[in-house]
């Protein structure tokens, strides 16, 4: 069955930074995009980050540009989201996903599998 397990989340000062990591069950997602979304309470699931297959494209929200850096590992089948700076927009449950596609693709419908997810808290 296909797993993606998100690590990484917690609480943090406004200012800091957290890293995020997904693991991926199974090698599959080497040929394809992966990204990470966010979902806060009462509002929709929203696009942070994604890269390609061969980690040759990436793109980010407006909101995060310059603060995240989305990389990947295909040979440890892992995923990984440096978010500096974070500050009070920022605290959202945070996915990851693997694309239906091998581009790094920046909505939700183009995602086939996601992980459970993982807190990210920030304190002012």
């Known amino acids: 069955q296909v797993q993606l397990v998100e690590s990484g989340g917690g609480l943090v000062q406004a200012g800091g930074s957290l890293r995020l990591t997904c693991a991926a069950s199974?090698?599959?997602?080497?040929?394809?995009?992966m990204g990470w979304f966010r979902q806060a309470p009462g509002k929709e699931r929203e696009f942070v980050a994604s890269?390609?297959?061969?980690?040759?494209?990436?793109r980010y929200a407006d909101s995060v540009k310059g603060r995240f850096t989305i990389s990947r590992d295909n040979a440890k089948n892992t995923l990984t989201l440096e978010m500096d700076s974070l500050n009070p927009e920022d605290p959202a449950i945070y996915y990851c996903?693997?694309?239906?596609?091998?581009?790094?693709?920046?909505?939700?419908?183009?995602?086939?599998?996601w992980g459970q997810g993982t807190q990210v808290t920030v304190s002012s």
């Open positions: 890269i390609s297959w061969n980690s040759g494209s990436t």
């Open positions: 199974r090698r599959m997602f080497t040929n394809n995009g």
């Open positions: 996903a693997a694309a239906r596609g091998a581009s790094a693709a920046v909505t939700v419908t183009s995602y086939a599998y």
